[in-house]
């Protein structure tokens, strides 16, 4: 009997020591909850990013790591819905997924640490104050498009384009940014702008045709609404034979004719080394905000002869991927 209670005893112990162990496991893990405004390559890439820079630096989903996300599918709504609900679970650190989830996500918390990414403008949208002095407990990284080289290149692939519509939505602000930078720059290239405003997904489509007979080529920002229905313009642009450019690379591989734009991994490997120094201790508000760094020509061989456009040999040479 004795040698029984014994067992027992020892299999009690046991038993506390691994579930001990198990809570001791529990509790060394941190939580990342990451948050886009809709699902779309680039968003996509950027989330991937971050999630690979945080493995690099010793998280891992599943081991040490929580690393949960949700996209708001489009709605400001339901980023706001999101922004709350991850202010309640208190995870470690929020990472917010272009501007209209990262304005719900700074307005829902002040304490819990928030590293915004793809984001145009953060001081104009009011996610920051301050680029080199952010303060509170937000920063990230910025996405701002190489614009001028991107209107250069529409003018060497489209030489005769003169007018070139805007698709944007008008109620997103980093693209109010982009669209204000574009008209600055555009008399330099003697371009005009037509602007096409679309404030849903829905009404992309028809602000792309009413674009037909009236300019030479569409350009495209890094906005959310609009990329979102990137099929409905790159039909408008082949049915047409009007060329459609964009301000993102992962778009290229969609079919629009060419970019000079980011690769949006990198930029989520750069949000996520910045994740990691605030999962090490750093305060958010004494990191800079960085511009994200490299810019790759992007080319669509099939798309550009869809549409009408010539690529040159020379331009050709130089891009980093050509994509037949």
Do not use: C, W
Not at 37 to 50: F, M, N, S, T, Y
Not at 297 to 312: D, E, H, Q, R, Y
Request: charged letters at 15%; aromatic letters at 4%.
């Amino acid at each position: 009997m004795r040698l029984r209670a014994t067992m027992i005893s020892s299999g009690i112990a046991l038993a506390l020591l691994a579930g001990t162990a198990a809570i001791a496991q529990q509790a060394q893990k941190v939580t990342v909850a990451v948050t886009a405004i809709v699902e779309h390559p680039a968003l996509d890439a950027a989330r991937d990013g971050v999630k690979k820079a945080l493995e690099e630096a010793g998280y891992k989903d599943g081991a040490n790591l929580i690393f949960r996300y949700e996209s708001a599918q489009g709605s400001p709504a339901t980023a706001a819905q999101i922004a709350q609900k991850f202010a309640g679970e208190n995870p470690n650190v929020i990472v917010a997924i272009a501007t209209p989830s990262a304005q719900a996500m700074v307005t829902a918390t002040q304490t819990i640490p928030v590293v915004f990414t793809a984001v145009t403008d953060p001081v104009a949208a009011q996610i920051v104050k301050d680029r080199q002095a952010p303060g509170g407990n937000v920063t990230g990284i910025s996405d701002f498009s190489p614009l001028e080289a991107q209107f250069d290149l529409i003018k060497e692939l489209v030489p005769a384009a003169k007018k070139i519509g805007v698709v944007y939505n008008p109620g997103e602000a980093n693209s109010v940014a982009l669209l204000n930078a574009i008209k600055a720059l555009a008399p330099a290239r003697s371009l005009q702008i037509v602007e096409a405003s679309a404030g849903r997904t829905a009404d992309v489509s028809g602000a792309a045709q009413n674009l037909v007979g009236k300019v030479d080529a569409i350009y495209l920002p890094t906005d959310n609404t609009i990329i979102s229905a990137l099929g409905t313009v790159l039909n408008v642009g082949a049915d047409n034979k009007l060329p459609v450019f964009t301000g993102d690379t992962e778009s290229v591989q969609k079919g629009s004719v060419a970019s000079i734009g980011f690769d949006y991994f990198q930029v989520g490997l750069e949000t996520g080394a910045v994740v990691g120094r605030v999962l090490k201790g750093e305060k958010p508000g004494s990191i800079p905000v960085k511009n994200a760094s490299g810019s790759n020509l992007v080319i669509n061989a099939k798309a550009a002869a869809a549409m009408g456009v010539t690529i040159p040999p020379a331009v050709q040479a130089r891009a980093k991927q050509v994509i037949n």
